[in-house]
């Protein structure tokens, strides 16, 4: 029996900033089939969003692909390119509209299929209306993230997004995005989670670039090294999931810029992580940039609904923590 998420009385619903907690899920719902499908065809993970967002639209432009997808321009045209050199997608030229192929329709209803089964798993009991309240609000985030970008960027010194400006309206009955085609995918909760996770890791990357010509990974390091001071080098490891050779590498760069102070402890093989006074000075401007992220993508919600919003986000994640674990 479906039923609407409840947070547990009496407790307070845990504030990881929403690009986290929104990566968290999407990172733990992807399936084996998925990354079969992949390395059966010879697809990346970008190769298959794109042809999901093609079979939702039927035909797409180039400006449609990077509005709804929240995608790096340069990124879609390499994997326009592949797809179509695949026999995948048809594109006669870079003003025509993309559109499948019999082999790329074929293609997209294998994906389709993975995607409609591990939608059903994730949204266990989750009812309807809670679920189109989900899916309408995630639209509502979209946009006000996109403008969130568009003004990071040109902070950064770039050019605008294309339909950056776009601003939805609040129309509490609908239901579905405008324009989709395939009407499989109206109940889906992965696909616009996916797209505003894209602009929000973009903003992100970009203000750490242009506030301490750092990466996002650098940058997510020194978050966590700053919220959890003073930390191990092997907690900071398994915190991130990286290899330890990636966390040394980028250690050793905050460190020769002066953000983060590692010191052997005596005794132990392990090293000890902590902040310098400008490592966490810049901390606090990432934290706060966040903070203001997650009050402006809140702000699209209407009262009372940001609670039932991170209680289905929360249910999203016990289900695809479930279906990791097989």
């Not at 996002?216 to 900071?236: H, Y």
Request: net charge positive; glycine share 8%.
């Amino acid at each position: 029996m479906s039923r609407e998420p409840e947070l547990s009385a009496g407790k307070a619903p845990e504030r990881t900033p929403f690009g986290r907690l929104i990566n968290s899920l999407l990172a733990t719902a992807q399936m084996s089939s998925a990354r079969q499908i992949d390395a059966e065809l010879d697809l990346a993970n970008l190769d298959r969003r794109l042809l999901s967002l093609i079979g939702r639209r039927g035909k797409v432009t180039f400006t449609q692909i990077a509005r709804l997808s929240g995608i790096q321009r340069a990124q879609i045209s390499r994997s326009l390119a592949h797809l179509t050199a695949k026999g995948l997608v048809h594109r006669p030229d870079v003003r025509s509209k993309a559109e499948f192929t019999e082999k790329g329709r074929a293609v997209y209803e294998e994906i389709l299929a993975v995607a409609i089964a591990r939608n059903v798993e994730v949204c266990g009991g989750l009812d309807a209306p809670t679920r189109d309240f989900f899916i309408r609000a995630t639209r509502f985030m979209i946009d006000e993230a996109a403008a969130m970008l568009d003004a990071e960027i040109q902070l950064s010194g770039g050019t605008q997004e294309p339909g950056a400006e776009r601003k939805a309206e609040r129309r509490p009955n609908e239901r579905n995005e405008p324009g989709i085609a395939d009407a499989r995918v109206h109940v889906m909760v992965l696909p616009p989670l996916t797209t505003l996770a894209s602009y929000l890791n973009r903003t992100a990357t970009l203000l750490a670039k242009r506030v301490g010509a750092i990466s996002s990974f650098e940058a997510d390091m020194l978050v966590l090294i700053g919220k959890n001071e003073p930390m191990t080098q092997l907690s900071l490891t398994r915190t991130t999931g990286a290899s330890k050779s990636q966390i040394v590498r980028a250690l050793t760069r905050i460190e020769s810029i002066g953000l983060v102070n590692r010191t052997k402890v005596s005794g132990r093989r392990d090293i000890l992580l902590d902040l310098s006074a400008e490592g966490r000075g810049l901390w606090r401007l990432l934290t706060t940039a966040e903070a203001d992220r997650d009050a402006r993508l809140l702000g699209v919600l209407e009262p009372g609904e940001e609670a039932r919003y991170r209680a289905v986000l929360t249910l999203l994640m016990e289900n695809a923590r479930a279906m990791a674990r097989g």
